[in-house]
């Protein structure tokens, strides 16, 4: 738990995370998921006591949690994209072998990481078919850990390549360690709380620094691009001071809370629309439950067929393509979902829907009859008034 909570600030030392082999790289990302979701719910209390008010909305958080998910399906059938190419050069070209044990590569992985993710994310920006797969990152107009959850499902496809280079020197076992911290150290910095941290700001990126990346006030654009250090910045001419409140969000606001546009698309108050009560709480119950048949296939994807594999996988966009549409309040929504549960009665009749919780089990079940149920009076009553108006 310790190395666990220590990754997520690039806190680990060279002889606890050198491994020689890439099976043997801990899965670091997906062992910070409890610390995740604990310090969101962390910054949530401490933003309602500092500012009197929460720090997210349901529909951003959520739309920005779904699209974590998302970003992570494809490992689920693959090695990512950035160590599968990583280890290929280096298996055919590396140049020099440079000890995996040695603290001085372990040091100069870490820069090196860092080094090449500031230019990734520099032509992320500055590229316009790079932007269009990044700017998802960039949609939500709030900024909190949520926001640094709300990853691109395209990008991965493009990023290895500015990482090539190491592998001609640098240990594929060791770039595994670094490309896992560089992203974790990334989470926390996604907040409004943190406001100064004295001269760690001339190293480090800092909540004060990113939140100048995130902005699209005119001194913030295209700036502050480091991932763990903000030195790169300061050298190549990119790098601005918060001076000016920060105006979250992208210059041509989306105003969608579905999932798969806002993978795809690119005013002062956030967009928010107002929705029932009860169904947010319905929306956040069933998000729960897609939560924990996410968890249980990346806990068991080793042992489940690829065929399961993908109709879990398709689930699970579907699920949140609903949740969307029903947040958004789309016409189309009754439908859409009164469908997706008729597949969440059928999973759940064959095990692949488990309960929060043992002793929740019937009451699962009678919530996911109920809902099926009342999509379906609400599907056939939109289809009745659509007739009534036909005539």
């Not at 020197?169 to 360690?177: M, Y």
């Not at 001071?241 to 210059?251: A, I, N, S």
């Not at 149920?373 to 939109?382: D, I, N, P, R």
Request: charge should be neutral; proline fraction near 5%.
């Amino acid at each position: 738990m310790s190395t666990a909570f220590r990754a997520m600030f690039s806190l680990l030392t060279p002889n606890e995370s050198s491994f020689q082999k890439v099976e043997d790289v801990p899965p670091y990302v997906q062992q910070a998921t409890p610390f995740f979701v604990g310090l969101i719910f962390l910054e949530l209390a401490v933003g309602v006591l500092k500012t009197g008010t929460t720090v997210v909305t349901i529909s951003d958080g959520l739309t920005s949690i779904s699209a974590g998910m998302i970003s992570r399906l494809p490992s689920v059938l693959m090695r990512g994209c950035e160590l599968t190419a990583y280890m290929y050069v280096w298996d055919r070209f590396h140049l020099v072998e440079l000890p995996w044990d040695s603290a001085w590569t372990w040091w100069l992985t870490f820069l090196g990481v860092d080094f090449c993710y500031y230019w990734l994310h520099r032509f992320a920006h500055e590229v316009a078919i790079l932007w269009a797969a990044h700017q998802v990152h960039h949609s939500s107009e709030y900024y909190n850990l949520t926001t640094a959850l709300r990853q691109s499902l395209t990008q991965q496809f493009t990023s290895w390549i500015f990482y090539l280079p190491m592998a001609l020197a640098l240990p594929p076992s060791v770039f595994a360690v670094h490309i896992q911290l560089n992203l974790l150290y990334q989470f926390w910095i996604h907040t409004e709380l943190i406001r100064d941290l004295g001269p760690l700001e001339w190293v480090f990126n800092t909540p004060k620094h990113h939140r100048v990346h995130h902005g699209r006030n005119h001194y913030c654009i295209d700036k502050n691009y480091g991932g763990i250090l903000i030195i790169w910045d300061r050298l190549f001419g990119t790098f601005a001071e918060e001076t000016d409140k920060v105006v979250y969000g992208l210059v041509f606001p989306i105003k969608t809370f579905e999932i798969l546009y806002v993978q795809v698309t690119g005013k002062e108050v956030p967009h928010d629309p107002s929705w029932p009560l009860p169904l947010q709480v319905y929306v956040v119950i069933h998000f729960l439950l897609v939560l924990q048949i996410y968890h249980d296939l990346f806990e068991n994807k080793m042992m489940l067929s690829q065929l399961t594999i993908l109709g879990m996988t398709n689930y699970i966009l579907l699920t949140l393509t609903a949740l969307g549409f029903i947040i958004d309040q789309r016409p189309t929504a009754a439908v859409l979902e009164m469908l997706r549960c008729v597949v969440m009665v059928t999973l759940q009749k064959y095990g692949y829907m488990k309960p929060l919780m043992p002793l929740l089990a019937v009451p699962t079940e009678a919530f996911v009859s109920l809902s099926l149920l009342y999509w379906a009076v609400q599907s056939f009553l939109q289809l009745l008034s659509i007739k009534r108006k036909t005539n």
